[in-house]
């Protein structure tokens, strides 16, 4: 399928990277329910293949993440989807708002909700391998302009230093040439190749260079938000499976990549944090869901990395109707037995 960068003016190069895109087989079992239809869909046949396009007079909108070609027509590719298009450019035209020219080569790591950690790390990372592998040489990135700790020290591990992170401000930015990286699959769907690259890219470089997994740590992700309301009651029945409680918002990311590399099971309620089970060699992933919210992001992590993957519905419990919080409630007895049969079938390389 052709991209529209193919038709962009300017257009120096367009590479296309030869990488599989799927995320790998594995089903999602729904403990002690029918599984959700969600959890059948694959992701979308119409996905272009990851690529790389060089073009020059080409801007960059740091806050919508879109990309305007030298002619100052907005590259519908460079969108996350047609609601991206209608919430950012609905009417397709460039923002009127200063240009600052940049006399770089610079790739692209701008992405929409790329603050959030699971989008920094499943959808912006992976761009910067897909033009290292395309061998394309850019003299820095372009990044947010406020760097939180977890993006800056990602960018560290992968050899990127603090001249090299350019940071983009509100206006458009004009580098002397874009290198613009496809997301390497398709949104919100990791790929076996973006979970083999995060695995190779800081797995060993966060354990200062040794690779010491054992898989054995059991893990539960605690959150503030979107909480287990009976997780006192929870934790005592994790506890008897040698479970610890984790909180990843609390460790900087080589801590976090670390941990989850050595983790053999991993249970917790839906969230950004869970996506560092793309770190684990080979894991039991169990994600905790209410019922008024079930998303397959983390189900797509899992089979990509070669997990087992199974998620739990639990009940809603309003927190706070003023500030619309909800709670989980959790059927421990039922998580307790899933978690006892799993630990008695032991993983094998098909999981």
Known sequence: MKSQFEDASGLLRMQYIDVPTNSGSGSALAVGRRRHIEFDADGPDTFPGPYVASLSGALVDPIGCGVFDAAGTLIDASLWDRE??????????????????????????????????????????????????????????????????FQRSSLTLLGIDQEEMVKAGPDLVSPHTLVWASPAAPIGHCSGWV??????????????????????????????????????????????????????????????????????????????GLANVVFAQQADVIELFAPTYINTALWNVARASGHRYAYSVGRTVPLSRVKKMWGIWVDVAQLSSEISRRLDEPLSDGT
């Open 84 to 149: 991206h298009r209608l919430r950012s450019y609905p009417d397709g035209q460039m923002p009127l708002k200063p240009v600052a020219t940049v006399s770089q080569d610079l790739g692209s790591l701008l992405t929409l909700w790329g603050d959030n950690y699971y989008h920094w790390l499943i959808d912006a990372l992976p761009r910067l391998g897909l033009i290292r592998t395309a061998d394309i040489s850019v003299q820095g990135f372009l990044v947010p302009q406020e760097l939180n700790a």
């Open 195 to 272: 979970a083999n690259w995060l695995r190779e890219s800081f797995v060993r470089p966060a354990a200062g260079g040794t690779d010491t997994r054992t898989s054995r740590r059991r893990l539960y992700v605690a959150r503030e938000t979107r909480r287990v309301v009976n997780e006192r009651e929870l934790l005592c029945a994790l506890e008897r499976f040698d479970f610890e409680v984790v909180r990843p918002e609390y460790l900087d990311f080589a801590e976090q990549v670390a941990l989850f590399a050595d983790a053999g099971f991993i249970v917790g309620p839906h969230g950004a």
